[in-house]
Each structure stands twice: as structure tokens, then as C-alpha cells.
Nanobody
């Protein structure tokens, strides 16, 4: 199977921005929702955002107005634009895919997971 691969993590100061990318096979990407979860040290993995094939989106309350999820179906790539980053956004961010039309926070719907990319927000 072609893996789900994230990129774009790194370190940034509070108030800064980062853009995460996620690529996978056309078979996995096509007609399926793509999303992002994150896990901070000592905390449970939590839903961040998801977007359907038709660009319907859903966000966690903690990131609404600061994060934007999008996708380029021609490139089999999803994106998470993160602005106004806060220290509490520090976590490993995981791209998820292959949930059919589901766009929401339940982890069990997402069959494919990436290995994660670290995002650190610190001054």
C-alpha cells in the first residue's frame, strides 16, 4: 500500500504560521475525506480538521478561525494551513484518510494514518 505521508512540520514562534501537507495514493485519496489529528505529550489524540472530496469541512473548536484545511484532488494532496499558532498547538500532527464521506472527529472512521509530523510552537 502507498503510505500516507505528512510534511511541513517544524518549530515556530507563537503567532507564526506553518502549512502541513499530506500525500497518498490516488486510490486512497479519491472520493474520500482527508483529515488531521494531533497528539500532544501526555494527552489523547484529538481531532483537528477534516475535508470531504467535495470540500465540506469540519474543525475542532480549538482551531476554528486559525487553521484552514484544503485539498488538491489533482495532486492527491491535502493541506492544513495553521496561522496564529499557540504553544498549546504543539503536538505531533497525523494525516488521516480513507474514511469515505465521513468528515468528523471519530478516529475509527479513518482507515489510513500517516506517521506524523512534529509541530512545536515556542518562544
Amino acid at each position: 500500500q502507498v503510505p500516507v505521508v505528512e510534511s511541513g512540520g517544524g518549530s515556530v514562534q507563537p503567532g507564526g504560521s506553518l502549512r502541513l501537507s499530506c500525500t497518498t495514493s490516488r486510490r486512497t485519496f479519491s472520493r474520500n475525506a482527508v483529515g488531521w489529528f494531533r497528539q500532544a505529550p501526555g494527552k489523547e489524540r484529538e481531532f483537528v480538521a477534516a475535508i470531504s472530496w467535495g470540500a465540506n469541512t469540519r474543525y475542532a473548536d480549538s482551531v476554528k478561525g486559525r487553521f484552514t484545511i484544503s485539498r488538491d484532488n489533482a495532486k492527491n494532496t491535502g493541506y492544513l494551513q495553521m496561522d496564529s499558532l499557540k504553544p498549546e498547538d504543539t503536538a505531533v500532527y497525523y494525516c488521516v484518510a480513507d474514511a469515505g464521506g465521513y468528515v468528523g472527529p471519530a478516529r475509527y472512521h479513518y482507515e489510513r494514518w500517516g506517521q506524523g509530523t512534529q509541530v512545536t510552537v515556542s518562544s
